[in-house]
């Protein structure tokens, strides 16, 4: 039996009833994609998770590449070489790529709602087949230049695998600390040298050639280099020669080698490499040779078209670990018999019930219920702005309310998407299954341990309550927040519900008037830290000891917000539901709990965030 349970029936929802995607579908840009090609898809990926992808979950797991550092290599198990194989023949990786490089318009809401089965089943069958994704980054930067286009072809014809590299082992997040470096040759390539270090799927045996997007310093240019990230830039580093036209390997190794696979707590399949480049003492000697993308010192901006990609994966990936983990919740808490029913626990011959009857195991299962469909709901509202980017491109223009909104959300549904899941993950799936949950008979302890690194990778939580405030609302001057905020009064305002929904609104409104007066105190924090105008330096320190605090903060709003929209939905179909009544219920009572249960913390969060001093700045080390 799989152990991947999917909400295709939800994801279908939020499409087609919440966010009415079929309104654009089968015109335009999509025109070869109506909706119920859409639906046809779906429910191909919905199969093809459930029976193939996820068959190798637990064996991949059990059995993981091993490192052979004399031949620098890793091969991947045969049971997840099936698995991977049945996704590329399926096809559907090519959806929402570029048609001129061999993709299929899609809308991104319909690419990452059937990415989340994908995601949520064997999400390392994504992360090794993301070589045509990186495919249309090349091409869309490829500035004209043929050579690089036709790269960009030959890595979707072809099917090879990619990597992104930016991470140096004494650099980590700082990337612009990186020493990699660029000496460029005659004949137009550059020679690479450096180490990169958490390089995932940089090794395997899944295709015959691998494109590495490389972050590097140039040398020996006048006008090149510089500190920090604007002296970077993107080079295109192959693990074989092949030829520029016709895409054949010519048979030369190129000299970028695999020097470590790292063991880790989970994802044990997906290799997570050592990359080193150029190094005479390793592998053949040869050296590491690339061809820069489009224009020196563009590299960082460059790879922020995979970065951004790569935090949608991650955030959806943890929330689509979280929905199969209450599904599995779910499943064991109706056959789980044990203990009679609270209000005759003093009967001992009272009958014993299962589990769902028990007040907490319904809290618990509710919650995770409410934040699964919660998190699906802002992964596919998300995707929707940048269905909106999308087509107004194909038009010819530049939506860039859409892109901003769209930016404002990127964090949320990374930081905020994985870190309540991991959370969630453990503290409420693995623990409905008591002491069952511990045991690798169950996914549970899986899914723990794989959830755990999306808080980790792409920047972590950290990282994403910096970007969040400081880029996100503070650079673009709070407008895309401001849409954002003027979008949930405009749904407060009007009679969503029909009154069923009076409280769940009212508590909506008190959070976000909370949630922006917490942004607003860090505004004012960031202003009296302007030393040139008067201020302490020292108060940055309060908005850093509040940046993850307000992504939280924010995130539980938004959340609470769509879940009521959907909810709203639900009541209009209430009545004539038929078979999908239970559904229907489902969905109210979710919104009802989430913001039941969420919105009045938001309350709390202001009141810790204006109590904030710097009495933990002043602390010694040695105190800690």
Known sequence: MSHYKSNLRDIQFNLFELFNVQEYLGT????????????????????????????????????????????????????????????????FWALGLPEEIGGQAAPPSLVWAAGEMLLGSNAPVWMYATGPSMGSVIF??????????????????????ATMVLTEPDAGSDVGAGKTFATPNEDGSWNISGVKRFITSAESDLQENIMHLVLARPKGVEGVGGPGTKGLSLFLVPKYHFDHESGDLTGERNGVYVTNVEHKMGLKVSNTCELTF?????????????????????????????????????????????STGYLNALEYAKS?????????????????VTITHHPDVRRSLMTQKSFAEAMRSLVIYTASWQDKVALAKASG????????????????VKGYGSERSWVLLGTESLQTLGGSGFLQEYPLEQYVRDAKIDTLYEGTTAIQGQDFFFRKIVKDQGRALGHLANEITAFLESEAGNGRLKNERALLATALDDAQALVGLMINDLMSADASNGGDLRNIYKVGLNT?????????????????????????????????????????????WFAQLNLPRVSAERKIAESTDLAIMDLDESAF
């Open 28 to 91: 335009g840009l999509f025109e070869d994609l109506d909706a119920d090609t859409a639906r046809e898809i779906l429910n191909e990926v919905e199969r093809l998770s459930r029976e193939d992808l996820a068959a190798s979950y637990v064996d991949s797991d059990r059995n993981p590449p091993v490192f052979d550092p004399k031949t620098n290599t890793a091969p991947i198990p045969d049971a997840f070489k099936k698995s991977y194989q049945a996704w590329m023949d399926s096809g």
């Open 397 to 412: 223009e530049h939506d860039k309310l859409a892109e901003a909104v769209n930016d404002l959300l990127l964090p949320i």
């Open 140 to 161: 869309k930067n490829a500035n004209g230049v043929q050579r690089d286009r036709r790269i960009a072809e030959i890595m979707v014809e072809r099917q090879w695998g």
């Open 548 to 592: 993850t605090r307000v992504l939280m903060a924010l995130g539980d709003v938004v959340c609470a917000w769509l879940l009521l929209r959907g909810a709203e939905v639900a009541l209009a179909k209430l009545d004539t539901a038929g078979a999908d009544k239970s559904f229907y219920e489902g969905k109210i009572a979710a919104a009802q």
């Open 278 to 322: 150029g190094d005479p003492q390793v592998g053949g000697g040869e050296p590491a040779k690339g061809w820069l993308l489009g224009e020196v010192h563009d590299g960082i901006r460059q790879m922020f078209d995979v970065i951004e990609n790569a935090r949608m994966m991650v955030g959806t990936k943890a929330i689509a670990t979280l």
């Open 336 to 352: 789980r018999v044990q203990g009679a029913d609270l209000t005759r626990s003093a009967d001992k011959t009272a009958p014993r």
